[in-house]
């Protein structure tokens, strides 16, 4: 037998097989296995993520679609038409960042919604804040009024005529509360910018001193001397008069507090420290923080050990900035008409305390000579007493 030529040979067996691979694939156990498409692994790590997986609590129904769409691309992959895989991966991938987007827009509005209810609620609680201020500003006024009421009702009864000690007696306190009230106005001054209030109380007190001091007053000719009933009524209302004035001057200096949105709670702890650093013994009033210092001056002029302690002073008054300065100079007894002997110590006073570092400005000076006696001057052991110079840092300034 002849032996087919190697070129024919080769033509044949190239032929037969395809026909014997089908042949081979269709018995059984033979089957392959599909190949990887590259496609499909993009859709299991996009389903991995952390988005798909807000995006299946938020968005379940974009999600589904999305998982849908996986379902068809692995079955056609199964199924051996990977081209048909291919296109259903690319919908699953698309699928997968629409249920993303949709997650994340679901949060926003979701976040939104819960910025609107906390705008909705701060506002609702401003306008409640902002209601029961204007009722309780309301319920403050009238209990302003109220107490305007009560004042008026528990002032003294008008001062009726007495003996002619009793009289000198009340002569004498009138002054000292004169003194009092242009302190308490003075420290106003030191609260606030004047005021139409502050200015009348001044003015009542210009005419109070120029009743209770005559001397100073120029002399009217023209006028008669009042017959003495008239003189002695006359001396009996001046203490009520100047106990008018400084209630005056106190509501005025509360007033002044009140409008510059200032307390006194910052006093008392002033207090407490100047208690603790040893040496000073301040007191309160009404104005603030009280430090008295005696034996100060020689002459006009300070002693060293009180310029020491005022330069000390004036540091206090640097530290504490929200306190004013009022120095009131006091007599042991009254200075002549022409004396300048208590000008020259106030001014004394308020250079070494701006020495220290008290503002200049916010440093104010009184001359109360003897009308307010820290004892009774007619004791002649204790009069000196009564010869100091106040340091008060006031409160709420």
């Known amino acids: ?20 691979l089908v042949a081979l694939a269709s018995l059984p156990g033979c089957a ?39 379902a068809f691309a692995r079955a056609a992959h199964a199924a051996g038409d990977d081209v048909a895989a291919n296109l259903h991966a690319e919908r699953a991938m698309a699928a997968y960042g629409h249920a993303a987007a949709v997650a994340r827009l679901s949060r926003a509005v979701a976040d939104l919604a819960d910025a609107q209810k906390s705008l909705d609620d701060a506002t609702a609680q401003e306008q409640t804040l902002a209601a029961s201020r204007a009722k309780l500003e309301l319920e403050a006024q009238e209990l302003e009024r109220r107490a305007e009421v009560a004042r008026d009702r528990l002032l003294p009864a008008a001062s009726g005529q007495a003996a002619a000690d ?34 009348d109380a001044e003015g009542e007190l210009d005419k109070l001193d120029a009743r209770l ?56 702890a002033l207090l407490s420290e100047l208690s603790a650093s040893g040496g000073w013994d301040p007191t309160r009033d009404e104005r603030g923080v009280v430090v008295t210092l005696r034996s100060a001056f020689q002459g ?44 020259q110590r106030a001014d004394a006073t308020i250079k070494a305390l701006v020495t220290g570092g008290a503002v200049a400005a916010r440093v104010r000076a009184e001359l109360a000579g003897a009308r307010a006696p820290a004892v009774d001057p007619s004791d002649a052991r204790l009069r000196t007493r009564n010869e100091r110079v106040d340091v008060v840092f006031i409160a709420g300034s």
Request: one cysteine or more; aromatic letters at 2%.
């Open 1 to 20: 037998m002849r032996s087919l030529p190697a070129f024919a040979f080769a033509t044949l067996l190239a032929g037969m097989l395809p026909v014997a």
């Open 32 to 70: 392959t296995a599909p190949m990887r498409v590259a496609s499909l692994d993009e859709v299991e790590r996009a389903r991995a993520t952390d988005a798909a997986k807000d995006a299946a609590a938020r968005a379940p129904e974009a999600y589904a679609r999305a998982e849908q769409e996986r």
């Open 166 to 199: 009793r009289e000198a007696a009340r002569l004498a306190a009138a002054r000292s509360l004169a003194v009092e009230a242009r302190l308490l106005c003075g420290a106003a001054r030191l609260v606030g910018s004047a005021t139409t209030a502050l200015t």
């Open 213 to 268: 001091n005559p001397s100073r007053s120029p002399a009217s000719p023209a006028s008669p001397a009042p017959p003495s009933a008239a003189k002695a009524a006359a001396r009996s209302e001046i203490i009520d008069d100047a106990g008018l004035a400084r209630a005056h001057c106190l509501d005025v200096l509360t007033r002044s507090r009140r409008a510059a949105g200032r307390d006194q709670g910052d006093a008392d």
């Open 300 to 343: 006009a002029k300070l002693t060293p050990d009180a310029e020491t302690k005022l330069e000390s002073l004036g540091r206090v008054a640097a530290a504490h900035p929200g306190f004013g300065v009022q120095v009131v100079v006091h007599d042991a007894q009254a200075p002549a008409a022409k004396d300048e002997t208590d000008a």
